[in-house]
């Protein structure tokens, strides 16, 4: 089935430093969507995706969709305390269904 | 206010019953989905439904069950044919047809004891 690679697993980083990290996989996908989930709740939407190329803010926290369709990167810059929790990345192509595929997620620390 | 609220957010259950987690939203999504997480890990796909009346398998159905009675609630049911049923569990929604954008309930955590 569909799979995406997302990297790196884990990243332990101080406070104010930038964070970066990306999805790749074999198939193409349309849209591409970032999440962020705290201990114990549902993941939160933070930045989506719907064009080849497309490069999107939100704060802090800027994202891309890459030109093959097949990989996007979601970086966060200065981070705070706030921001420790775990990123998903997920792909979905319209066109062939409406299922939704889900990297499996970058936990972020920040060493105090 | 519109949202997808998943009930209840704790579960305990003695082994062997089944069980149903509810989950429902006011967002007129036409696109549901139930998701397994584990801990440390991502999230798989248990069921999905693009329409009412109208689901599919995802990547672990086996144990599990649901119904699409309603457009607003799909609810799920962990089989005591699930062999390992602990786990936090994520309802979600989206518009369908064309609408990308997912969003998550809560969780409910079932603890089999």
């Known amino acids: 089935g569909q799979q995406l690679n997302q990297s790196p697993q884990s990243m332990f980083i101080q406070e104010g430093e930038d964070v970066s990290m990306n999805c790749t996989s074999s198939s193409i996908f349309n849209t591409w969507l970032w999440y962020k989930q705290d201990p114990g709740e549902g993941p939160v939407l933070l930045i989506a995706l719907y064009k080849a190329g497309e490069l999107t803010s939100n704060g802090r926290l800027t994202a891309q969709f890459g030109i093959t369709r097949k990989d996007s990167f979601l970086n966060i810059s200065a981070s705070i305390p706030s921001d420790v929790g775990i990123y998903f990345c997920?792909?979905?192509?319209?066109?062939?269904?409406?299922?939704?595929?889900f990297g499996k997620g970058t936990r972020l620390h920040i060493l105090p | 206010d519109g949202g997808i609220t998943q009930s209840p957010k704790y579960l305990f259950r003695k082994e062997g019953q089944n069980v149903t987690l509810s989950c429902e939203q006011n967002l007129n999504h036409d696109a549901m989905y139930w998701y397994r997480q584990d801990p440390g890990q991502g999230l798989r796909l248990i069921y999905y439904?693009?329409?009412?009346?109208?689901?599919q398998k995802g990547d672990i159905a086996e144990g599990y069950s649901v119904s699409r009675e309603k457009k607003e609630s799909f609810p799920l049911t962990v089989t005591s044919a699930q062999k390992n049923p602990t786990a936090f569990y994520l309802c979600?929604?989206?518009?369908?047809?064309?609408?990308?954008?997912?969003?998550f309930g809560q969780g409910t955590r079932l603890t089999v004891v």
């Open positions: 997920a792909g979905l192509n319209m066109n062939r269904d409406d299922k939704i595929i």
């Open positions: 439904s693009q329409i009412v009346n109208d689901f």
């Open positions: 979600a929604s989206n518009p369908g047809q064309g609408g990308t954008e997912a969003f």
